[in-house]
């Protein structure tokens, strides 16, 4: 049996060889003479090297979620808050979230959409690959682009931070945020501040201030029985402001 699993194995590593062989000399090919270099670095260490530069790219940024969420902040900085844009709910077609649990998008709404080569998510130019910076020297945005992957990383992390609970676990040192506690295998991730509170109270903060409260700076990981009761006083707080804001209702 041993002998089968073992033949099994080499059998795997050598597809996987020849497979990566191939990868490497596609990616090689279609490779510019300019392209960042963390991120063949990054490509040519996986266990599967990606066969294109964009590939590579968006490989880099998924794996390095972190770095995105903090460059994608960065990049939505530097487009500030759009002029007479305020956060709304509302529907798709008008390029609104219909939940305040989405992160408000402004350059998704057509009255603010910066048009092709600009990046939805954060406004900015869009370059080869969906890289951030024309480190190619072409001038302009690549019009084919509506994202960078950075950007795409980053919104796929603030839409499902409990993806990578592992990763955020590894940053706390594997010690619960609200207990101190070591975090258990069932550990959840929670944001800080709630995002019902985020749309409640913050909802005039300046956009890119905004985009915080999904990223890093508004997340953690707690034990379960930590975060049930932190969930069970906000639901109690929500409900308290309902009643409070029907009984105001009530006496206008
Ligand atoms: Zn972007």
Redesign the pocket.
């Known amino acids: 049996m041993a002998a089968k699993g073992e033949r099994r194995g080499s059998a795997t590593s050598e597809w996987r060889e020849a497979r990566n062989a191939r990868a490497r000399a596609r990616l090689d090919k279609a490779l510019p003479a300019v392209f960042p270099p963390l991120v063949l670095r990054h490509a040519l260490s996986r266990p599967f090297v990606p066969p294109t530069p964009r590939l590579a790219v968006e490989s880099y940024w998924r794996t390095h979620v972190l770095r995105a969420d903090r460059l994608?902040r960065g990049?939505?900085a530097r487009s500030g808050h759009p002029e007479g844009w305020t956060w709304r709910l509302g529907p798709k077609e008008e390029g609104l979230a219909t939940s305040f649990r989405i992160p408000p998008a402004p350059f998704r709404e057509p009255a603010f959409a910066r048009g092709r080569g600009h990046?939805?998510?954060?406004?900015?130019p869009?370059f080869r690959f969906g890289w951030?910076e024309d480190l190619w020297g072409t001038g302009e945005p690549n019009r084919n682009a509506g994202?960078?992957a950075?950007?795409v990383a980053?919104w796929k992390f603030w839409i499902a931070a409990s993806d990578h609970v592992k990763l955020l676990k590894a940053r706390q040192r594997h010690r619960c945020s609200e207990t101190g506690k070591r975090l258990l295998r069932t550990a959840e991730v929670d944001h800080r501040v709630p995002l019902y509170r985020v749309w409640r109270e913050h909802r005039d903060a300046p956009w890119p201030e905004l985009l915080g409260y999904w990223g890093l700076p508004n997340l953690q990981v707690v034990n379960r029985a930590a975060h049930a009761g932190k969930c069970a006083a906000e639901a109690g707080e929500r409900a308290a402001h309902r009643r409070q804001a029907a009984d105001q209702r009530g006496t206008m």
């Open positions: 994608a990049l939505a990046c939805c998510v954060c406004g900015q869009v951030h994202w960078h950075a950007c980053a």
